[in-house]
Every structure is written in structure tokens, then in C-alpha cells.
């Protein structure tokens, strides 16, 4: 059983930075690739950025150069540096994790509101 608990959403400013966290707990899966998927309203779920095992990233185009994905693999955590935020930024945001027989968990999904 492979749970995911996600910390760091809340409300910001345009143009703030807030740093989002996830940690994976549980017994009996490898991890391959951990990321970040984003559901903005009224639009279809979107990812964000993944990261593999061996640090290897990619990030979907709305975000680069201002998001930065990471991981510690001791921690089996996962955290994602959001700077430069904008109101289309305001999403919930779910972290992933894809084990090594590649099962995708989801976790429950964190609040990012980007408001003056």
C-alpha cells in the first residue's frame, strides 16, 4: 500500500513563490518516477513535471523556467519550487508516484490559489 500525503498549497500573490512537498510512505514497491499533475478549473488533469530515479526532469512548457521539481530518494519525497506565480497558476496540484511494475498512486491534492 503506497500513500502519498502532499504539504505547501495555501494563497499567494502574483508573482510569489510557494514550495510544494510530498512524501511516500508504505512497504513492498520500488519507486521509479515521482511528479506533479495540476487540475486548474474547468480544464482536464495536466502534468506538471516528473522526476526519475536518477534525477532526470521534465516540465511541461507553461511552467518552465519558473518551477523546479526535485527529490530526495532517502526521504522518498518529492517537492516542487513553484516561483514567479501567476493566477493561471492556481490549481489543485496532486503529487504521483509510478513504482517500478508501473502502478500510478495519486495523492489527495493540495490548494495552490494565486490572488492579489
Known amino acids: 500500500q503506497v500513500q502519498l500525503v502532499e504539504s505547501g498549497g495555501g494563497l499567494v500573490q502574483p508573482g510569489g513563490s510557494l514550495r510544494l512537498s510530498c512524501a511516500a510512505s508504505?512497504?513492498?514497491?520500488?519507486?521509479?518516477?515521482m511528479g506533479w499533475y495540476r487540475q486548474r478549473p474547468g480544464k482536464e488533469r495536466e502534468l506538471v513535471a516528473g522526476i526519475t530515479g536518477g534525477g532526470r526532469t521534465n516540465y511541461a512548457d507553461s511552467v518552465k523556467g519558473r518551477f523546479t521539481i526535485s527529490r530526495d530518494n532517502v526521504k522518498n519525497s518529492v517537492y516542487l519550487q513553484m516561483n514567479s506565480l501567476k493566477p493561471d497558476d492556481t490549481a489543485v496540484y496532486y503529487c504521483?508516484?509510478?513504482?517500478?511494475?508501473?502502478?500510478?498512486?495519486w495523492g489527495q491534492g493540495t490548494q495552490v490559489t494565486v490572488s492579489s
Open positions: 508504505g512497504s513492498g514497491f520500488s519507486i521509479d518516477t
Open positions: 504521483t508516484l509510478t513504482t517500478s511494475t508501473w502502478t500510478l498512486h
